[in-house]
Nanobody, 128 residues
Framework: QVQLVESGGGLVQAGGSLRLSCTAS????????MGWFRQAPGKEREFVAR????????YYSDSVKGRFTISRDNTKNTVYLQMNSLKPEDTAVYYC?????????????????????WGQGTQVTVSS
């Protein structure tokens, strides 16, 4: 069982930055690929980014590519999402999730069903 706790959300002006953190319980953090998803009001949850268990591979949605960076520190059981050049359309609840398959596999990357464990979410609000 893995428990995930996100932090770092808040209110920021357009063009600003935030860094989200997600800390996992357990001793096998590096065996999980980690993903970030988000859900805006009235919309379905969408994929944002994924990182392999080793941290050597990453993948981003087109909407955040070049602005967001996913990283992880396996010694701290933590995955990060650095968000720069934020836009009002980035406003959402952001969730981290863990996939038992640590590799980057196309069919699993943005598939919510591939992720077994989810955090409770953290609100990010970008004002214009």
């Amino acid at each position: 069982q893995v428990q995930l706790v996100e932090s770092g959300g808040g209110l920021v002006q357009a063009g600003g930055s935030l860094r989200l953190s997600c800390t996992a319980s357990g001793r096998t953090f590096s065996s999980y690929a980690m993903g970030w998803f988000r859900q805006a009001p009235g919309k379905e949850r969408e994929f944002v980014a994924r990182i392999s268990g080793s941290g050597g591979s990453t993948y981003y949605s087109d909407s955040v590519k070049g602005r967001f960076t996913i990283s992880r520190d396996n010694t701290k059981n933590t995955v990060y999402l650095q968000m720069n050049s934020l836009k009002p359309e980035d406003t959402a609840v952001y969730y981290c999730a863990a996939d038992r398959v640590s590799a980057m596999i196309t069919s699993r990357t943005s598939n919510e069903k591939a992720y077994e464990y989810w955090g409770q979410g953290t609100q990010v609000t970008v004002s214009s």
